[in-house]
């Protein structure tokens, strides 16, 4: 390999060590991402549209990490029973994997489409946690046009030098089965998969503390543990104690089972809590930050804007705005160290509403007397 090209490829540092640092680091990165992506795939919400999407399109579905290692619609209901036939060879799936990773490449940013050889047009749609690109929602399989007799002598050329070797009848009945959308309905079913895309990203948060699958039992207890502690100091090592097991395999079990990491898991659970009580008008940001466990209003600003990617002053404005009606007739209850139940009426007063900057982040004030500790 030559020097200048390992010098003009990023993958590539000029250092051995630093290649195989950066080598690490992206392998560690892409299995997170399959991490996550089998995380929102075994998720309710995710397969209750995969099924309501099937049914109303035809139309298989799939929900794939970024680097495409296999075929997305592959022995999926709904599945093209002419792609079907030519995923018995080895040189057709190797084509379409070749396709996938050009469209992966091509909706990094949006959702966009491509067209593979046999003319079926392939869909993606980015899907996004906290601005990382994580995987996508993919469906394809289609044509814009019904088929004629010419498309398919041309697709059946191919089929045949890939060593396809199925009767010219099965190939052609296949073939005619193709799910046809017009342009129209090609652009509608895009925006429709983008919205859903979207969608499973705000509630990202709330399926990964809900997983339902099975898990070893320590695991749950480790769980119920954190909902009930989550307002108190919360390290690895306490929670890991309080399962009888060492921090280091409990920092693997724990993983592998969630899908994230300990560290990610605890804020997502107390930003889940302090979803509730933004909705509070009476109670200052600072207030709710504390209660639902983080030490640092800073940090609490950051960690909320990452996984919601917006401001807690902004997220209360649009609850606020949403809920306004159901709030002038049911009283909040005060959370402890709170001056709602002394102060009922503060809402009215400026100095009892957090004070927000240019970003609408709350500005940083004084929680606790005693030193910020690691945050979990």
Request: proline residues 6%; glycine residues 4%; hydrophobic residues 40%.
């Amino acid at each position: 390999m030559s020097s200048t090209f390992a010098k003009t490829n990023p993958l590539l540092p000029s250092s051995p060590a630093s290649r195989t640092g950066n080598l690490t680091a992206t392998d560690d990165r892409d299995q997170d991402n399959r991490a996550l992506v089998e995380v929102l795939a075994d998720s309710k919400i995710y397969r209750e549209y995969e099924r309501a999407f099937g049914d109303m399109t035809g139309l298989a579905m799939g929900l794939q990490a970024v680097e495409p290692w296999r075929l997305p619609h592959h022995g999926k209901r709904n599945e093209n029973p002419f792609c079907a036939l030519l995923s018995r060879r080895s040189r057709a799936c190797a084509s379409c994997l070749q396709v996938q990773a050009r469209l992966c490449e091509k909706a990094a940013v949006e959702g966009r489409a491509v067209v593979c050889p046999t003319g079926f047009y392939e869909i993606a749609v980015p899907v996004r946690l906290s601005g990382r690109l994580i995987g996508f929602l993919q469906t394809g399989q289609l044509l814009h046009k019904k088929p004629d007799r010419r498309q398919f002598e041309r697709v059946a050329k191919l089929a045949a030098q890939w060593g396809v070797e199925v009767p010219a009848r099965t190939l052609k009945e296949a073939y005619f089965k193709t799910r046809v959308l017009s342009r129209q309905q090609h652009e509608s079913l895009v925006k429709l998969m983008t919205i859903f895309a979207q969608h499973l990203a705000l509630l990202s948060n709330q399926v990964f503390i809900q997983r339902e699958n099975a898990e070893p039992p320590s695991i749950t207890r480790a769980r119920e543990y954190i909902q009930e502690f989550h307002a108190e100091e919360l390290s690895l090592g306490r929670v890991a104690k309080a399962v009888n097991m060492s921090p280091f395999h409990f920092c693997k079990v724990f993983k592998k089972a969630t899908g994230i990491n300990f560290t990610d898991y605890v804020s997502r659970v107390r930003i889940e809590k302090s979803k509730n009580l933004l909705i509070n008008p009476h109670l200052r940001v600072s207030e709710i930050a504390f209660a639902v466990g983080f030490q640092s209003l800073t940090h609490f600003n950051r960690v909320f804007r990452r996984l919601l990617s917006e401001s807690p002053s902004d997220y209360r404005s649009q609850s606020l705005a949403q809920w306004a009606p159901a709030m002038r007739t049911a009283p909040f209850a005060a959370v402890p160290g709170s001056t709602a139940a002394a102060k009922p009426e503060a809402a009215k007063n400026d100095e009892q509403l957090p004070r927000t900057g240019k970003s609408g982040e709350a500005v940083e004030t004084t929680l606790s007397p005693e030193k910020s500790s690691s945050e979990s």
